[in-house]
């Protein structure tokens, strides 16, 4: 994971690197999450509201040692080195890295600050604990989401026994806009046997670095990939929902994206407890080998 002003990227979010599964590309940036707090039924949005800090768009975002320093806002290459660990699992240890970040508070009174993990059994993952600073406002979620579906072109939505592809979400043209959301409660994710729930996204297309685009900034040079959100068992709370909404046009041009309307924004919703947790991932291994039998795909 990165933060600004590593390149390729706006302010505000959280970068996610997949080099794996890139092998022409050294960018090997497949997604952003941003961190969209809601307070008094008023979501707060990393990437669009104007920093306090300095007044350009994209809230600041800084690595921080743990979750309880309180230093000022610092660049990345002042980045603190995390903290290795190791936690039991079975009759292995596992080791561990944990890096926080902090975000300045919200125009909604939030203060999130997000404990990344990183664990050797699960490669291609991190887990993100959410927390709220003491001067925060209480919130009521605090939604980490995947905001740039479009440039995987990720068309196929993973839940418990069926695949959606969204063009046939959305049909309708609505030039540059986003598509409406839409909801789907836990009980339609992928459920394994201990109650862990998955849900994902991928690309329809075999070869998505063969594809043209017009802008250049939107060239995906990676392999097929599944990204994912999952809450491992123990940290689900009810009522959850994933939420997705798409879109026909890259964000910010007239481009159209080829093969029509893809996934755009990817997230949980649940109601925020401080140490809640959620997984993203992004993995070579294709949904059937990750353990899903599909018995519906539109």
């Not at 997230?267 to 993203?280: A, N, Y």
Request: proline share 7%; charged share 25%; net charge positive.
């Amino acid at each position: 994971i990165g933060l600004w002003p590593a390149p390729n990227g706006p302010r505000g979010i959280i970068r996610v690197y997949a080099p794996y599964v890139f092998p022409k590309d050294s960018l090997s940036r497949i997604n952003f999450i941003a961190v969209e707090p809601v307070v008094n039924g008023h979501r707060s949005f990393s990437e669009l509201e104007k920093s306090k800090l300095d007044g350009i768009g994209g809230k600041r975002l800084w690595f921080a040692e743990d979750i309880n320093e309180t230093a000022n806002p610092a660049m990345p290459w002042h980045c603190p080195r995390g903290k290795t660990g190791a936690i039991k699992s079975g009759d292995k240890q596992i080791k561990t890295l944990s890096i926080a970040i902090r975000v300045e508070k919200f125009e909604n009174g939030a203060e999130p600050v997000i404990l990344a993990t990183f664990r050797e059994d699960r490669p291609h993952e991190v887990s993100f604990t959410c927390y709220s600073a003491k001067t925060g406002a209480a919130m009521e979620s605090c939604v980490l989401t995947a905001t740039m579906g479009n440039f995987a072109r990720a068309r196929r939505l993973w839940l418990g026994d069926e695949v959606i592809d969204s063009r046939k979400l959305w049909t309708e043209d609505i030039g540059h806009g986003f598509f409406p959301a839409k909801d789907y409660p836990m009980n339609r994710l992928r459920t394994d046997a201990d109650g862990t729930l998955t849900v994902a996204i991928t690309p329809n297309e075999t070869d998505p670095a063969s594809v043209a685009v017009a802008r250049k900034w939107w060239i995906c040079r990676a392999s097929v990939a599944t990204q994912y959100w999952r809450k491992y068992s123990g940290s689900i709370s009810e009522p959850l929902l994933v939420r997705v909404n798409g879109r026909a046009l890259y964000y910010g041009t007239n481009t159209k994206i080829p093969g029509g309307v893809s996934y755009e924004n990817f997230e949980l919703i649940e109601k925020f407890t401080p140490g809640v947790e959620s997984s993203f991932g992004v993995t070579p291994l294709t949904p059937e080998q990750m353990g899903w039998k599909i018995k519906k795909s539109d």
